[in-house]
């Protein structure tokens, strides 16, 4: 059953610590069975124990980008700057079509980015993955939505996990099974968290 927004994905059972930090995880898939939403759920166990990971799944209520509906934006944009907004971090797992990021992805960017120079996701915290089937794992979409999320102003990691042949990766429970696949996510993770310790400090000071 998939976790709405303000629901924390399910992490193991021994995960007690307090959480202080909120890691919003989008999935550029709208795919029942997704990869990405699998590589999420992976990202949830092994996340740090004082990170909250809160999966958003609006993507596929968010209308085309339309200028003329800036001034009053629908309900699923306003719930999803809402949602940006109220996370310390955003962890975006996305998939690639024809070589790119997904369309509704792009177009939810799109609107977050909006009004540009105070966007929700202005100086956040932002790491990307990815998986695919194919021997890619989805690297070029990784690059391009890191690339627009720079031109939107996120704080982008320099980081990339491009999880390739994932019809292979994920045990029958949906696990990631790699150890070395879930190292690096887990040092993802935690930079991840880093960072949005630092800016948090920063914006403190
Ligand atoms: C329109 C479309 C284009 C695709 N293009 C690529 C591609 O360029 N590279 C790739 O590795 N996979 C491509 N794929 C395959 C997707 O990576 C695959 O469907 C993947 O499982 C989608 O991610 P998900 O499992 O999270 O839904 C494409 C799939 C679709 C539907």
Request: include cysteine.
């Amino acid at each position: 059953m998939m976790s709405h927004y303000r629901q924390a994905i399910a992490g193991p059972p021994s995960r007690t610590a307090p959480s202080s930090m909120r890691v919003l995880c989008i999935c550029g898939s709208l795919r029942r069975d997704s990869y990405n939403r699998r590589l999420l759920r992976a990202a949830s166990e092994l996340a740090p124990p004082a990170a909250e990971l809160v999966l958003w799944d609006g993507l596929r209520a968010v209308p085309p980008f339309d200028e003329d509906d800036e001034r009053a934006p629908a309900p699923a944009v306003v719930a999803l700057r809402a949602a940006i907004e109220q996370a310390d971090a955003v962890l975006i797992a996305t998939p690639q079509y024809n070589a790119s990021l997904p369309g509704q992805l792009k177009n939810a960017l799109d609107w977050a980015s909006r009004p540009f120079e105070s966007n929700v996701l202005r100086s956040k915290p932002v790491a990307v993955i990815g998986a695919s089937p194919s021997r890619s794992g989805a690297a070029r979409s990784q690059a391009e939505a890191r690339t627009v999320l720079a031109a939107i102003g996120a704080d982008v990691l320099d980081v990339q996990l491009a999880i390739a042949r994932a019809f292979e990766q994920f045990d029958t429970d949906g696990r990631l099974a790699a150890h070395a696949h879930r190292r690096n996510l887990k040092q993802i993770l935690e930079q991840l968290a880093a960072r949005a310790r630092d800016s948090e400090r920063a914006a403190a000071a």
